[in-house]
């Protein structure tokens, strides 16, 4: 008979434990005290672009309810919160004058956790670009990285004394590719190739400057780093032979991003791929986007399997109709996406330390009875993926931190308010907060820095 032993995995002293959110799509006062109209804010409005033509109007209200969000908080033990700052509250046309009222709600905002013992790691772009920017060429113009670089001098400056943790952008790829190449996320366009490059490359460029930013007015002790959702490939099984596959995948997959980042320069291959629809460099780019970082925060959702086929060649294997998956067509259960996801960054890139900066599943129906919700299925989905995190760890990889995907339920972009990422359930008809199953559950995590 096995002996009565308590079943954990214990995290190093320090590790951090975190939640996330984003300003979008929380915030709601959409039109409150001089702010702008973002990307999304418009897009909301297009038929047909969001689901049961949900807007973000109102979202969460955390703009008026943040002080009762940060209580609750602090009551399941979270001491670190990802957050975001909305670029059109701030600066309403993107550049041009700076709303004070915007600048003075954050200061507010950072008051509060403070007084709830919540460190802020600050987003200075998630995703929320004002519209008069992009009626100007959008992430396709040199203008937005001119702008950019003076919102985030602004916004460090404002905030050096309260934020010490700053991240430049989150996930390139969802407001470069799925935004202006298929057209899927705001602002809805689908340019050409080269234009789609020129958005790659202003993104990295505005990275660069949101590094100098830190550096110049961040103060003592400040750190920065990119949130990137990397391309992440799994071997399908643990053998040289697959592994160096999966290398070669991430490797090549990355390489216009992190690789160009970590290179300070695009690669030969990147160039030769992209032929005449190459992006425009001027002198002096490189130098900026490749200035170091503290940290690298990657999202890490799903993954790729791959194995070495024939001839060197490195192939994908299609996942079965009936693999798990979330409410999320394209969230496919990979808890080794934790493992790999991080090792791979590590070895290929030399990254350390590495948050995990988002990490979480969306579901649709999810009750609230008798004041529970019963979402095992998310709180499954935690532990799976913490386990091979803790593997990460073990082996080796500078792993400093997990920040779960979200805090509560929220406008979860083009599909509306229908799919739920959070551990706090939202009713949008009340605003009533319900901490669900998975939140009792991280919260014990926190409180043993282990797997429980």
Not at 34 to 52: N, Q
Request: aromatic share 12%; proline share 6%; charged share 20%.
């Amino acid at each position: 008979m096995l002996p009565a032993a308590p079943s954990s995995s214990a995290f190093p002293p320090g590790f951090v434990w975190g939640v996330a959110t984003a300003a979008p799509q929380i915030e709601g006062a959409a039109r409150e005290d001089g702010k702008g109209e973002s990307v999304w804010d418009r897009f909301a409005r297009l038929p047909g672009r969001i689901h049961g033509g949900d807007t973000l109007d109102v979202a969460c209200d955390h703009y008026h309810r943040f002080a009762e969000d940060f209580a609750l908080m602090r009551s399941l033990g979270i001491r670190h919160y990802r957050l975001s700052l909305a670029w059109p509250r701030i600066f309403p046309q993107g550049d041009g004058a700076v709303n004070r009222a915007g600048l003075d709600f954050y200061h507010r905002l950072f008051a509060a956790m403070k007084a709830n013992g919540i460190t802020p790691w600050v987003t200075l772009f998630h995703w929320d670009l004002p519209q008069a920017l992009e009626d100007r060429g959008g992430w396709v113009s040199r203008g937005t990285v001119d702008a950019f670089a003076r919102y985030a001098d602004t916004v460090v400056r404002e905030f050096a004394g309260e934020v010490r943790h700053w991240i430049t952008l989150n996930e390139i790829r969802c407001f470069t590719t799925l935004a202006y190449g298929f057209g899927g996320k705001a602002p809805g366009r689908k340019v050409t190739p080269q234009e789609l490059n020129q958005t790659y490359h202003h993104a990295i460029l505005c990275h660069g400057h949101g590094v100098r930013a830190v550096r110049q007015f961040g103060g003592p002790g400040a750190q920065v780093g990119l949130t990137d959702n990397s391309d992440i490939c799994m071997p399908a099984t643990e053998t040289a032979a697959d592994i160096a596959a999966a290398r070669a995948w991430y490797a090549r997959r990355n390489d216009f991003l992190l690789g160009a980042i970590h290179r300070g320069s695009y690669s030969p291959e990147y160039l030769a791929r992209c032929g005449a629809d190459a992006p425009t460099v001027r002198d002096g780019d490189f130098a900026l986007i490749s200035a170091p970082t503290d940290f690298l925060g990657l999202n890490l959702y799903t993954g790729t399997f791959v194995r070495a086929g024939r001839d060197g060649a490195v192939e994908e294997l299609p996942l079965p109709a009936h693999y798990p998956k979330a409410d999320s067509p394209w969230l496919h259960w990979a808890p080794q996406v934790m493992y790999w996801g991080t090792r791979l960054a590590f070895e290929t890139y030399g990254a350390r330390p590495i948050y995990i900066t988002e990490n979480g599943c969306g579901y649709n129906a999810e009750p609230v009875v008798n004041g529970e919700v019963f979402d095992l299925h998310r709180r499954d989905f935690l532990r799976a993926h913490l386990r091979e995190l803790e593997r990460a760890v073990r082996d080796g990889v500078p792993v400093a931190g997990y920040f779960l995907w979200s805090f509560m339920d929220n406008f979860e972009w083009e599909d509306g308010y229908e799919r739920r990422f959070g551990i706090v359930h939202v009713d949008y008809a009340t605003q009533r907060r319900t901490p669900k199953l998975s939140a009792r559950y991280y919260a014990e995590i926190i409180a043993r820095n282990a797997i429980v």
